[in-house]
């Protein structure tokens, strides 16, 4: 699986209604869940839903960058021609230096969000300002205790869609981070695997504050059904409509993506280079 899948071969298998267990269509399966999620990525010319970092070199033209990444998790730093400009934390952000990021929506599907340059008399000019951040749908901080007993596993909560990603734990009272590892065997260790997570008896009953990215439901099933659908063509390849019996005639959607699909798709489209 790729790490920029939108779904699962688990999920595919069971709305397909194919058994669970490991079968003969698996690798092909597996391919088409990857194959979908780029499908969609191109569609929606984006390159990716997760979290992830980038670098954007822009144009300068005026005192509000609006980024082309979204939802914006984390700001890391902004420069114009090589000099470092601050974040503004001022309350009054017109009378102080700085970049002040636009809130999020919080929730998918979101939206682009801006940079405003504030106090900074930033001249225009080509590629002049770099912004690093990253970006993706992701839930940070989520609130969540270890049990006091075994099995030491939690999941996920994923309010917004299935779990992507680990963007690792923090104990609550102090925010020290713990450490992934294959398999915890002391404090301060955490194993993940879809969403799942497994502690060691030394942090039994420990409060912790888990972040992850996931692929917004709508997202997920768009390309559970799309891939599904990819799938089952290759048993009609070529074929628009067949006769049974001389009396019914099936009609196939031979479109590359179909329209339900790309309903639940549009929210999510980027419309700004």
């Known amino acids: 699986m790729s790490p920029f899948d939108l779904t699962n071969l688990a999920a595919l298998k069971a709305w397909l209604g194919l058994p669970p267990a490991p079968g003969p269509n698996d690798a092909t399966l597996t391919a088409l869940v990857t194959a979908a999620s780029r499908s969609i990525y191109a569609l929606l010319s984006r390159p990716s839903l997760l979290p992830f970092s980038y670098a954007e070199r822009i144009d300068l033209e005026t005192s509000r960058i609006i980024l082309r990444h979204w939802p914006v998790l984390q700001v890391t730093s902004v420069t114009w021609r090589g000099i470092a400009v601050p974040p503004d934390e001022n309350a009054d952000l017109e009378a102080s230096i700085g970049y002040a990021l636009e809130p999020s929506d919080g929730v998918p599907p979101g939206r682009p969000q801006a940079l405003d340059l504030f106090g900074h008399h930033c001249r225009p000019g080509r590629q002049s300002l ?144």
């Open 130 to 273: 770099v912004v690093s951040y990253s970006a993706g749908y992701a839930v940070q901080n989520e609130p969540q205790a270890v049990p006091v007993a075994a099995p030491l596993q939690l999941s996920a909560f994923s309010p917004y869609g299935p779990w992507a990603s680990d963007l690792g734990l923090t104990y609550t009272a102090t925010g020290a981070p713990l450490t992934a590892v294959s398999a915890p065997s002391g404090a301060g260790q955490y194993a993940v695997s879809a969403g799942t997570y497994g502690f060691s008896a030394a942090d039994a009953g420990q409060s912790v504050s888990i972040s992850y990215g996931y692929a917004p439901q709508d997202i997920a099933q768009a390309a559970l059904e799309l891939a599904a659908e990819r799938f089952r063509a290759a048993e009609r390849i070529g074929l628009r409509s067949k006769s049974i019996g001389g009396q019914e005639t099936i009609a196939y959607d031979t479109s590359a993506m179909s329209a339900p699909i790309q309903a639940m798709l549009q929210p999510y489209k980027r419309t700004i280079l």
